[in-house]
């Protein structure tokens, strides 16, 4: 057979195998079909799995009134936590310890899930944004591991375990119902941005406990829950981890977290306020009413409403981004300066004036008390 004759041969043998591999791979896989009982045992068999690998992480908190000999008696009130690290300090709310700050009658004992028991210490605390950090003398403790809160969104499974009502260590499941929420806080003027809102079962106890995704890693702090009876109604709130990631070194470390702030009273552009400040329909932005003398923003050059007349049209600055994140509402500002600044921090941020749109540098100062 001739040279030429043999490569034709070939090619033409090449040709027919590949064809013949590619019908093997183009075979339609059998897709495997569950029953009902079979997902939700796969489901039953997934919440197992995170409880039982996350439960010694988690710990009880007890406060108690101290007799005269320092021995803790009556039980005054209680709450979760979990561990923040691998030397025994335990991360919960604020304000489920806060008795103990005010009283030195107040002592904090810690109970495990294999019922071990420890009083605790406290080393710091945030009050705005509800976080305090507590000590047992224990080495070796297990954290929990942490999820990043801002790509969490609405429908994804949560998972929160606390101790409602005292009924130590209780699973309860539900979804992310909302993000991106502000909640008032009862110990500062200023409100807790980024909050998360869930449908799990939250209930006086889970305070401080973690809230989990599907992986089993912490997304928030249970913090509060929305109800005219202190009972569940499908309304709890939790503080995001990624707020908790910026506070808790500092309160490690025995220093107060330094907020970033610029300084002004604005509010959200709506229907009324559109019309008032003569932008186009649905035009999003935060409306400056106000700025503090000697802030961030007034240093800045940023103005404020000039009139202050309720019956008379806006003409404050309007802050639509700051640095390259966009601005709809007062919390998505709150939120950036929150999560992502700190005081000495310079941005920049973008506003509309006189229809045109300025860049303006601004150095943010510390949140003032």
Not at 326 to 340: R, V
């Given at each position: 057979?001739?040279?030429?004759?043999t490569i034709?041969f070939?090619?033409?043998?090449?040709?027919f195998?590949?064809?013949c591999?590619?019908?093997?791979?183009?075979?339609?896989?059998?897709?495997?079909?569950?029953?009902?009982?079979?997902?939700?045992?796969i489901?039953?068999?997934?919440?197992?799995?995170?409880?039982?690998?996350?439960?010694?992480?988690?710990?009880?908190?007890?406060?108690y009134?101290?007799?005269?000999k320092?021995i803790?008696?009556?039980?005054?009130?209680?709450?979760?936590?979990?561990?923040?690290?691998?030397?025994?300090n335990?991360l919960?709310?604020?304000?489920?310890?806060?008795?103990?700050i005010?009283?030195k009658?107040?002592?904090?004992?810690?109970?495990?899930?294999?019922?071990?028991?420890?009083?605790?210490?406290?080393?710091?605390y945030?009050?705005?944004s509800?976080?305090?950090?507590?000590?047992?003398?224990?080495?070796?403790?297990?954290?929990?591991?942490?999820?990043d809160?801002?790509?969490?969104?609405?429908?994804?499974?949560?998972?929160?375990?606390?101790?409602?009502?005292?009924?130590?260590f209780?699973l309860?499941?539900?979804?992310?119902?909302?993000?991106?929420?502000t909640?008032?806080?009862?110990?500062?003027p200023?409100k807790?941005?980024?909050?998360?809102?869930?449908?799990?079962a939250?209930?006086?106890?889970?305070?401080?406990g973690p809230l989990?995704?599907?992986?089993?890693?912490?997304?928030g702090?249970?913090?509060?829950?929305?109800?005219?009876s202190?009972?569940?109604?499908?309304?709890?709130f939790?503080?995001?981890?990624?707020?908790?990631?910026q506070?808790?070194?500092?309160?490690?470390?025995?220093?107060?977290?330094?907020?970033?702030?610029?300084g002004?009273?604005?509010?959200n552009?709506?229907?009324?306020?559109?019309?008032?400040?003569?932008?186009?329909?649905?035009?999003?932005?935060?409306?400056?009413?106000?700025?503090?003398?000697?802030g961030?923003?007034?240093?800045?050059?940023?103005?404020?409403?000039?009139?202050?007349?309720?019956?008379?049209?806006?003409?404050?600055?309007?802050?639509?981004?700051?640095?390259?994140?966009?601005?709809?509402?007062f919390?998505?500002?709150?939120?950036y300066?929150a999560?992502?600044?700190?005081a000495?921090?310079?941005?920049k941020?973008?506003?509309v004036?006189?229809y045109?749109?300025?860049?303006?540098d601004?150095?943010?100062?510390?949140?003032?008390?």
């Amino acid at each position: 057979m001739s040279i030429k004759k043999t490569i034709v041969f070939t090619f033409f043998s090449l040709i027919f195998l590949i064809g013949c591999d590619n019908q093997n791979w183009e075979e339609p896989q059998a897709i495997k079909e569950y029953s009902p009982v079979e997902i939700s045992e796969i489901f039953e068999s997934h919440y197992k799995e995170i409880f039982s690998e996350v439960v010694e992480s988690i710990v009880q908190i007890n406060l108690y009134n101290q007799d005269s000999k320092g021995i803790p008696t009556n039980k005054s009130g209680a709450g979760a936590g979990f561990f923040w690290d691998n030397n025994g300090n335990i991360l919960t709310n604020y304000h489920v310890i806060q008795p103990a700050i005010s009283s030195k009658n107040i002592s904090i004992l810690i109970r495990t899930y294999t019922n071990d028991e420890y009083l605790a210490e406290i080393m710091g605390y945030d009050s705005y944004s509800d976080l305090a950090i507590i000590k047992i003398n224990k080495q070796n403790t297990v954290p929990l591991d942490l999820y990043d809160s801002d790509i969490i969104s609405p429908g994804e499974i949560t998972l929160a375990i606390g101790s409602p009502f005292d009924q130590e260590f209780t699973l309860t499941t539900g979804i992310v119902s909302a993000i991106g929420r502000t909640l008032d806080s009862s110990f500062t003027p200023y409100k807790i941005p980024s909050v998360i809102q869930t449908d799990a079962a939250i209930n006086p106890g889970n305070s401080g406990g973690p809230l989990l995704n599907s992986k089993g890693k912490v997304v928030g702090i249970n913090t509060q829950i929305k109800s005219n009876s202190r009972q569940n109604s499908g309304v709890g709130f939790a503080v995001p981890i990624n707020l908790a990631k910026q506070v808790v070194p500092s309160i490690i470390n025995g220093k107060s977290h330094l907020y970033s702030y610029l300084g002004i009273n604005a509010l959200n552009l709506d229907y009324g306020s559109r019309i008032r400040a003569n932008v186009e329909d649905n035009f999003k932005g935060v409306l400056i009413l106000d700025v503090l003398n000697e802030g961030p923003a007034h240093l800045a050059g940023i103005k404020g409403d000039s009139s202050m007349q309720p019956d008379l049209n806006y003409d404050g600055d309007i802050i639509t981004k700051i640095d390259t994140y966009k601005i709809d509402t007062f919390e998505d500002l709150m939120s950036y300066l929150a999560l992502n600044t700190e005081a000495g921090d310079i941005v920049k941020i973008e506003v509309v004036r006189d229809y045109n749109y300025l860049n303006i540098d601004v150095m943010l100062q510390a949140r003032p008390d």
